[in-house]
């Protein structure tokens, strides 16, 4: 269970890091705050999308499995979420 817990800790700072400096940038930033909503958007979504996922371990797939996947498929979001906050 330590270990769902440091996983979710992980997930809710890097996910809120992301969104601080979204924030960050559209106080800096005025000129396209469109974007910016989009990309806030985009990381509250991955939040209520991976946090729950951490619980509730997909049936039929060994647990070892899932936390790998898991973890891929967090890295690849929040690479695609930091580009589009430096793209934005």
């Given at each position: 269970?330590?270990?769902?817990?440091?996983?979710?800790?992980?997930?809710?700072?890097?996910?809120?890091?992301?969104?601080?400096?979204?924030?960050?940038?559209?106080m800096v930033a005025h000129d396209d705050s469109e974007k910016l909503?989009?990309?806030?958007?985009?990381?509250?979504?991955a939040y209520h999308d991976f946090v729950p996922r951490i619980s509730?371990?997909?049936?039929?797939?060994?647990?070892?499995?899932?936390?790998?996947?898991?973890?891929?498929?967090?890295?690849?979001?929040?690479?695609?979420?930091?580009?589009?906050?430096?793209?934005?």
């Amino acid at each position: 269970m330590s270990n769902r817990r440091k996983l979710k800790k992980a997930v809710k700072s890097d996910l809120g890091e992301l969104f601080a400096d979204c924030v960050a940038l559209s106080m800096v930033a005025h000129d396209d705050s469109e974007k910016l909503q989009q990309v806030l958007a985009d990381v509250t979504d991955a939040y209520h999308d991976f946090v729950p996922r951490i619980s509730h371990v997909e049936p039929g797939l060994a647990p070892r499995v899932f936390f790998r996947k898991l973890r891929s498929d967090f890295a690849a979001k929040t690479a695609e979420l930091s580009l589009a906050i430096v793209r934005a």
